[in-house]
Nanobody, 125 residues
Framework: QVQLVESGGGLVQDGGSLGLSCATS??????????MGWYRQAPGKQREWLAT???????SYSDSVKGRFTISRANAKNTVFLQMNSLEPEDTAVYYC?????????????????WGQGTQVTVSS
């Protein structure tokens, strides 16, 4: 089964930068990865959508990160990146990668969502 594996979280100072990456693992036979994106969840808060990139490269961002975060992807490797600049303590959260997947490994095709395990980003003031 396809899984998403994130990397790149850590501790950074206020105003600093950090990059996250998320790659697929497992067999990709008869699997198509469509849109990929990033979410985050701070303690005591709901999971928040941050950014999405389609397979054709179209991007969209939440107002909270627009202008500071940049999403990109390497289609050949089904990998998505999130470059985070001008980080603020309010950006402290667990960051999750997400992918919309078309699974044709069975008798038909169906769409499903895949999530990474999450990576901690902490911004110190």
């Amino acid at each position: 089964q396809v899984q998403l594996v994130e990397s790149g979280g850590g501790l950074v100072q206020d105003g600093g930068s950090l990059g996250l990456s998320c790659a697929t693992s497992g067999s990709m036979f008869m699997i198509t990865v469509n849109a990929m994106g990033w979410y985050r969840q701070a303690p005591g808060k709901q999971r928040e959508w941050l950014a999405t990139i389609t397979s054709s490269g179209h991007t969209s961002y939440s107002d909270s990160v627009k202008g500071r975060f940049t999403i990109s992807r390497a289609n050949a490797k089904n990998t998505v990146f999130l470059q985070m600049n001008s980080l603020e303590p309010e950006d402290t959260a667990v960051y999750y990668c997400h992918a919309d997947i078309e699974d044709c490994t069975g008798y038909g095709c169906y769409d499903r969502a895949a999530w990474g395990q999450g990576t901690q980003v902490t911004v110190s003031s």
